[in-house]
């Protein structure tokens, strides 16, 4: 009893350090977002026991935060239980390919910290594809980047305008501005479609959140893999994060990065070697099952 009662109270921890932050500041006066905290994931605090409280991870509106239930290396996460049921059914993914040792691998793009260069020349060096989840300011920002990404077979997803709680969005109307106007700016640079890959801001989601993203036209990526890699002034060192990646890698994984790391930049190449070592394959989102 003691020991639940030590593993919700860290869990309501995580929740408040995690979920009450802003995800970044907005300029009223120009509609480019300038983010000053990139994405809020459970990070570090993913591996709950069976038997949490997932009403700490609810509110009154229906509103829902994403997590992941880590079962240790080489064995499959599990997703929340008060939406599992309701995933499959919007083409909301947070597992790939189970069967195999198949990854995928995924990065977050608030803002430009000067490493998706780096990143871009170790993904092609070890041929590995990635998928981008961009915001609207990011693209206008970056767009050469972008283009890059584009050229190299990666595929960049649709993470939004202005970074809100789709959870919070009623108006269908405003909820679609928030996917098509992050469209529009990539057809404009690429000349292209947008590929049809959605990540929530913040890991916010609702079922009529789900619902809409599936009627128009998107797959919803969550992830089974994070940790704490987003604040730029407090990196987690590098044998601490090849541990965690490490730890958390199983068959199915969507593992989501965040591209404002230094240290994620620096071990990159290593990550991605020691997992193909061990027999995994990392595939394009575009290889779902």
Known sequence: MKKTFLRLASAQLAFNLFFTLPAWSIDNDNNNSIPTIE???????????????????????????????????????????????FLQENNAYF???????????????????????????????????????????????????????????????NHSVHHPSMAQIHDKSKFEQELTGVEE?????????????????????????????????????????AYKDWLINDQPSEGYALSKISSGSHPGCIMLLHAVSNTNTKILKKVLNDLKSEGYEFKSLNELP
């Open 185 to 225: 700016a990539y057809k404009e640079l690429i000349g292209e479609d947008m590929p049809k890959f959605f990540r929530p801001p913040m890991g916010k989601y609702s079922k009529e959140s789900l619902q809409i993203t599936k009627e128009l036209g998107y797959k919803t990526i969550f992830w089974s893999f």
């Open 39 to 85: 994405e809020n994931t459970l990070g570090d605090f993913n591996d709950f026991s069976d038997d949490i409280d997932i009403s700490i991870f609810t509110n009154d509106q229906g509103e829902l935060n994403w997590y992941y239930v880590g079962k240790g290396k080489d064995n499959i996460a599990e997703g929340p239980k008060e939406s599992i049921d």
């Open 95 to 157: 597992l790939g390919d189970t069967s195999n040792k198949v990854m995928y691998l995924t990065f977050d793009e608030g803002y430009e910290n000067g490493n998706t260069a780096a990143i871009l020349d170790t993904l092609k060096e070890v041929n590995v594809p990635a998928a981008f989840f961009v915001v609207k300011p990011y693209i206008d920002k970056e767009p050469e980047l972008i283009k890059r990404m584009v050229n190299e077979g990666h595929i960049v997803g």
